[in-house]
């Protein structure tokens, strides 16, 4: 049985005219609702003040909030005082892997806001999540130079790059979600 074709054209319509007029709060809310830290994101793209009306404009703010926290945790570490030469390597060698995290980062964001359809948009998409995820990896790393300290330093790096990693990997989500829309 098929289906008249001006009932097919009023359906797409309905279904365009309710997709268009969502606000950027229901597209935050779709979009984090799935998301590996969905409270986290939520709060931090839901107070954005970007412009983050698309999927595309709302992975950028997720990756801006990841540099800036980053950022942060990075100078919160230099401010930290090891107790001993092991600490003090840790410390120095995280400040050196944040660093790292921030200008992998920076690159995503720079490869996002030159994002366009096309043949390429694959490509350019794939060297997104690759250095996404390359700043996820530093994150990691960072706190794996903690694993064999057993001191307050170590609480107060975890707690300070696990939020970065957080927030990184929510952007990670959201930039994965650009290949099912095609940004």
């Given amino acids: 049985m098929a289906l008249p074709f001006s009932f097919l054209l009023s359906l797409f319509v309905l279904l365009l005219s309710s997709t268009a007029s969502k606000t950027p709060k229901d597209l935050v809310h779709a979009s984090c609702a799935h998301a590996s830290y969905p409270n986290i994101c939520l709060r931090t793209l839901s107070s954005y003040s970007g412009?983050?009306?698309?999927?595309?404009?709302?992975?950028?703010?997720?990756?801006?909030v990841s540099i800036s926290r980053s950022h942060k945790a990075s100078n919160f570490l230099a401010r930290l005082k090891g107790h001993n030469k092991r600490e003090r390597g840790a410390l120095g060698d995280?400040?050196?892997?944040?660093s790292e995290s921030v200008?992998?980062?920076?690159?995503t964001l720079s490869e996002l806001q030159n994002l366009?359809?096309?043949?390429?948009?694959?490509?350019?998409?794939?060297?997104?999540?690759?250095?996404?995820?390359?700043?996820?990896?530093?994150?990691?790393?960072c706190l794996d130079g903690f694993r064999e300290i057993d001191a307050q330093v170590r609480s107060d790096v975890k707690r300070a790059i696990t939020n970065v990693a957080k927030v990184t990997s929510n952007a990670l989500y959201l930039i994965n979600r650009l290949d099912g829309s095609r940004g």
């Fill in 116 to 141: 366009r359809l096309g043949s390429e948009f694959k490509w350019h998409l794939s060297n997104a999540e690759t250095w996404v995820s390359a700043a996820l990896t530093y994150e990691d790393t």
């Fill in 94 to 98: 995280c400040i050196q892997q944040m």
């Fill in 51 to 64: 412009q983050a009306n698309s999927l595309r404009g709302l992975a950028q703010a997720a990756v801006k």
């Fill in 103 to 107: 200008y992998e980062l920076t690159k």
